[in-house]
C-alpha cells in the first residue's frame, strides 16, 4: 500500500481545522496571533530509515531552520501516510484509519506531569488538536527545531510518507523555501519487512548478534 503525497490544499485545510479544534476545547486559540505572511524556511535534515521491520522501533527526524529575519510563528510539520484508510465495512469500527506505524513518541519535550494513559507512551510537547501535525512554537532568525518521532512499524510493504512543513496552524502564516519559492516539503520511501531479524544474545558477552541463538540439546 503506497501512502498519498501530501497537497497543499489538503494541508491548510486540515490546518485550519486545527485552529478551530483547538479554540473549541477552551483555552486561547493556538493560531491566536498568527498574522497573514510569508516566512523563509530551510530544512537542514530529514531521515528515516528505507528499510525497516514489523515491531523494530525507527526515529524520523526533520530539522528546520529559519533563515529569514522575522520570527516565524509556530513551525509546525504534517506528516501524511503514518496510516492508511481501511477498506473494512464493520460498522463497529471506531475509525476508518488504520496505523502503517505507532506513534510511541512525539516531537516537543514530554511533559513532567503525565495523565494514566500516557504513562507508557508519553506524546511530545508539539502535538495539536490535528492528529498528523505537529508545532514546536515561534522560531527566532537563524534559530532550529529537531521535530523528532519514535515510531514502530506494525503494516508490512512498501510506503511513501510524506511531510510538509508550516509557518503556523491555520494556514495565514505561510512557509516558503525562500521568498517567491515552493512549499518545504519532502518524502520518504520504506520497505517494511513483514518480521524483524533474528537476533540473539551472547550470554557470555551480552552482545546482540545476528541470527538465532545456537541452541544444542
Not at 19 to 48: I, M, W
Not at 130 to 139: E, V
Not at 143 to 170: E, I, Q
Request: proline share 12%; net charge positive; hydrophobic share 40%.
Amino acid at each position: 500500500m503506497r501512502g498519498r503525497p501530501v497537497k497543499p490544499a489538503v494541508l491548510l485545510g486540515a490546518l485550519s481545522v486545527a485552529g478551530l479544534l483547538a479554540s473549541g476545547c477552551g483555552g486561547t486559540r493556538q493560531d491566536a496571533n498568527e498574522a497573514k505572511a510569508t516566512y523563509p524556511v530551510q530544512v537542514l535534515h530529514a531521515s528515516f530509515s528505507a528499510r525497516q521491520s514489523i515491531a523494530r522501533p525507527s526515529t524520523m527526524a526533520i530539522r528546520v531552520r529559519n533563515p529569514g529575519l522575522r520570527t516565524v510563528p509556530n513551525v509546525a510539520v504534517t506528516i501524511d501516510s503514518f496510516s492508511y484508510p481501511s477498506t473494512s465495512t464493520l460498522p463497529e469500527l471506531a475509525a476508518r484509519q488504520r496505523p502503517v506505524w505507532i506513534v510511541d513518541g512525539g516531537p516537543g519535550t514530554v511533559p513532567k506531569r503525565l495523565v494514566q494513559t500516557e504513562t507508557v507512551d508519553p506524546a511530545g510537547g508539539g502535538q495539536t488538536a490535528f492528529l498528523n501535525t505537529w508545532a514546536l512554537g515561534p522560531l527566532a532568525p537563524g534559530a532550529t527545531r529537531t521535530f523528532v518521532w519514535r515510531v514502530t512499524p506494525v503494516k508490512p510493504g512498501l510506503h511513501r510518507v510524506s511531510y510538509v512543513v508550516a509557518a503556523g496552524l491555520n494556514g495565514k502564516a505561510r512557509a516558503r523555501l525562500r521568498p517567491g519559492g515552493g512549499l518545504p516539503v519532502g518524502h520518504f520511501v520504506v520497505n517494511i519487512a513483514p518480521a524483524p531479524p533474528a537476533r540473539h544474545v551472547n550470554p557470555e558477552t551480552g552482545r546482540v548478534l545476528p541470527g538465532p541463538y545456537p541452541y544444542v540439546p
